[in-house]
């Protein structure tokens, strides 16, 4: 107990210092709108997102630049549109991620739904582990949720630079998720696959680590994780590709898990051709809902085309 007391003392000491307010006022401001109607919470992230597409513009240079990679047929006009839905979506997000974190499970319950589970079922009669391969949709963290009302799973995640952020973060999903291992843990990862505990995993960000392979993203070779089916072989995992949308449409609004069927033959003999057809599973899903996808990341950060940094 006396020690439980005095680390609780040194995290509120740690995280007084200055450098912390603006993150507490706006940690205490996502707190707060979690409790509003989801409605509510749905227009003032929208408000919010269209502020950020006015305020961010490197981020905003971004997300068009990655838009008229993704979709070179569309005009430049369309491209402008869709960054603006984008940062809507991006707005809301962080409502979304919220009301995950600290609303009300009897509010979050009726606004889940879930297409494909019959296929979770199919897999889970199989007796073997699961991966779901997950991409960064903007209301990626309730998918979190409504997996973990169903079965043991594990969330993994990017670590922040904010300390205080990660502190939050990593908190708020063991209490609403079970389990957190962070991205480079990967024999923690193996380890819990072989307990049984579904993993959920997102690796269709940058990603310049050691054992990166370039493969395509829209057309153009991206730097990409290939854990995915490495993870796959050493624990004998079924490969389950989901994602999560948003809609405020009647008469189902809320949000939707979509579970695909597990991947047949994966991995399979080539790496390469392995985390190919992850991507372009990722590619699938994004088309399918382009405004939600998170376009504000740097994929193609490092990458040239004629020789010319494509974010420069």
Known sequence: MLWSRFNCFLFMTQYLHPKYWLSWIGIGFLWLSSQLPWRWQMRVGGSIGSLLHALLVK?????????????????????????????VSLGKGLFDASFSWW????????????????NLENALSKNRPIIFLSSHFTSLEVSGSIIADRLDSCFVFRPHQNALLNHISIKRREARFGRTI????????????????????APDQNFRGKNHIMTPFFGVD?????????????????????????????PRPGYTLHIMQ????????????????TNKIVEQQILAYPDQYLWTHKRYKGCKIDGVDIYQ
């Open 182 to 201: 962070a991205k480079d843990s990967i024999k923690d990862m193996i380890r819990v696959l072989k307990q049984g505990i579904a993993v959920w995993y």
């Open 59 to 87: 981020r905003r240079k971004v997300c068009l630049t990655n838009l008229r990679i993704a979709f070179p047929e569309k005009s430049e006009s369309e491209h402008e549109s869709l960054c603006k839905a984008h940062f």
């Open 103 to 118: 609303g009300r499970s009897e509010a979050l319950r009726p606004l889940s739904h879930i297409e494909g589970l019959e």
């Open 222 to 250: 991206a730097p990409t994780n290939p854990a995915t089916p490495r993870l796959a072989k050493l624990s004998n995992a079924l490969v389950i590709p989901i994602f999560c949308t948003r809609s405020e449409a009647d």
């Open 262 to 277: 597990a991947l047949e033959n994966f991995p399979g003999d080539d790496i390469n051709d392995d985390t190919i057809r």
